[in-house]
């Protein structure tokens, strides 16, 4: 976060703007704030850290422990974004089943992202369509305890397409 305050806020301000963020009643709020500058700001922003997807989850609106659950199963399904909608891990002998945290991760990642490449693959080769991800994926949520994501997981799928999918042209 440190490098995205550097880059985004006055440097009269960056040391309030730390402040801000250390304190647990206010952290949300600067984030939001980092979020709303990152897309003000003109210049190509530093990927040596994702902090930038965590303040651009913070935007939705969710307590803290759900944005920060947002931004684990994003972060898990980075180098993973070829398995998209799979419920099992492994071929042949070796596969199994994954844990109900990660099929979320991958589910919810994998629609939020690529939708229209689901809805594609259910139309025209006969996959499961992607409300039945949807709903593995809430029910996934419920278990491992995180029901408001659950609960809200239409709205975080839409969002993740608005905010992280680049528009076509």
Excluded at 4 to 9: G, R, Y
Excluded at 34 to 47: C, P, R, V
Excluded at 86 to 95: A, D, H, K, Y
Excluded at 128 to 142: G, I, N
Aim: charge should be neutral; proline fraction near 4%.
């Amino acid at each position: 976060m440190n490098d995205l305050i550097a880059k985004l806020v006055p440097e009269k301000q960056q040391a309030h703007a730390q402040l801000l963020l250390e304190d647990p009643d206010s952290r949300n709020l600067i984030r939001k704030q980092l979020s709303e500058l990152a897309e003000d700001h003109a210049a190509i922003l530093s990927q040596k850290s994702f902090d930038w997807i965590l303040c651009k989850l913070s935007t939705f609106g969710a307590d803290e422990a759900d944005t920060v659950r947002m931004y684990q199963a994003f972060l898990s399904q980075l180098r993973q974004l070829e398995q998209m909608c799979r419920l099992i891990s492994g071929e042949g002998l070796n596969c199994r089943f994954d844990s109900p945290a990660v099929i979320a991760d991958r589910i919810t990642i994998g629609l939020g992202l690529f939708y229209e490449h689901a809805a594609r693959r259910h139309q025209y080769h006969a996959a499961p369509s992607p409300r039945y991800y949807q709903q593995v994926a809430a029910s996934c949520f419920s278990a491992t305890g995180f029901r408001t994501i659950a609960a809200k997981l239409p709205q975080w799928v839409e969002f993740l397409h608005t905010n992280f999918v680049l528009p076509k042209i």
